[in-house]
């Protein structure tokens, strides 16, 4: 493990837009060791003045519909139009990816060589399909790096859709025609958290099917309450692999960003993030705190016992470690 650095040299670094200094961040605020949390703290609170300025646009859907290859032509177009993009990937080494689905190829290669863009990739493993428990964090260092458009990649599995829509302003879901929707286990509570969709694959012999999968999605769209943003989803075909559609999404998203920026809903919904953001840190913060704790430790195994042999409900065993702790804690 690199040592860690000062406060002030993360601060410094990150906001010079230093990209080794970003990246030793993001190591940093990922960090589960208790003794890395003041430093991450102060580093956070050090690089807020800079953040919370770039567009943030959330990307999902099924393993293979092509999520990596759209990212990096889709990014290829934003860096081509002035921006600096940072990318939150899914690691392709992490447990997920392995095996037939992604195979060895290299994921978003023209963006890996941009000098516009930078690519962190996020294990799958132990995280909601690359969404850990630290990239809002990660977010606000790549802003305060002076990265302006930022992509969050999260893999169809259902949660990770919830939590990275939490984070986002814009929630982008890549669908397949032909492939019914249970096939693509996408649940219609992932259709209706999404504020575009995109039939990725239109091309060849793909191109007509996806064309009338668009008109079918466009109508179910319409089935479904309109959002609380008054924005109505549209519906797109795009070939990541030929770059096709790319302008056509920019200018949804675009169109989004003022409608939604006029009425002030954008604001508003991150507002509401940010309150999530610090409930849910008290939340993990709590869990951490309450199952390190010595005691806690020593007698969670033998209420697990319990509950397993049936000697106590879950609910009494749980009241009682609660108690245990906070017992200990006023002390
Ligand atoms: P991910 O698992 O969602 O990240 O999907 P990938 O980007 O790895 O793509 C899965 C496969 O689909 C790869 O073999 C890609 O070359 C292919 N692919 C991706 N986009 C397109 C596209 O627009 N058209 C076609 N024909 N193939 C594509």
């Known amino acids: 493990m690199a040592p860690r650095l000062s ?3 993360y601060i410094d670094g990150v906001c ?40 943030r ?32 990937a899914i690691d392709p080494s992490s447990e997920i990816s392995q095996g037939s689905i992604l195979g060895d190829k290299t994921r978003m290669d023209r963006l890996s060589r941009d000098p516009q863009a930078y690519i962190r990739p996020s294990p799958a ?30 893999v169809g599995v259902g949660q990770s859709e919830v939590a990275v829509h939490s984070m986002v302003d814009f929630f ?8 019914g929707d249970e096939l693509q286990g996408i649940k219609k509570g992932i259709m209706e958290m999404a504020d575009g969709l995109a039939i990725n694959k239109a091309d060849g012999e793909n191109l007509l099917r996806a064309q009338q999968a668009r008109a079918e999605y466009e109508t179910a769209l319409h089935l479904f309450p309109a959002s609380d943003s008054g ?30 920026t006029a009425d002030g809903w954008l604001e508003k919904q991150r507002h509401a993030q940010a309150k999530t953001w610090m409930h849910e840190t008290i939340g993990h913060l709590l869990l951490d705190q309450f199952y390190a704790h010595p005691l806690i430790k020593k007698n ?4 697990e016992i319990d509950v397993l ?9 749980a009241t009682q470690l609660i108690a245990l702790y906070l017992q200990q804690t006023a002390k």
């Not at 042999?309 to 065993?317: F, N, Q, R, S």
């Open 300 to 303: 969670l195994i033998q209420k």
């Open 172 to 179: 982008l879901l890549l669908m397949l025609a032909g492939a």
């Open 309 to 317: 042999e049936g000697k106590i409900p879950p609910t009494v065993a």
């Open 7 to 9: 406060p002030q040299a």
């Open 231 to 260: 924005w109505l989803p549209r519906v797109l075909t795009c070939s990541a692999i030929a770059d096709a559609g790319m302008a056509e999404i920019a200018a949804m998203i675009s169109d989004y960003r003022m409608v939604c």
């Open 57 to 88: 646009l959330g990307i999902t859907g099924v393993p293979g519909v092509g999520k990596s290859t759209f990212i990096d032509a889709y990014g290829t177009y934003l860096t081509g139009i002035g921006h600096r993009l940072a990318v939150l």
């Open 16 to 55: 010079a837009g230093d990209r080794m200094v970003l990246s030793r961040a993001i190591t940093l605020v990922e960090s589960a060791l208790p003794s890395d949390r003041a430093l991450a703290a102060a580093v956070l609170e050090g690089c807020q003045r800079r953040a919370g300025t770039a567009f």
């Open 125 to 154: 493993r132990g995280s909601l399909g690359g969404v850990t428990r630290a990239t809002r964090e990660a977010i606000l260092l790549c802003e305060a790096a002076g990265f302006d458009y930022i992509i969050i990649e999260t």
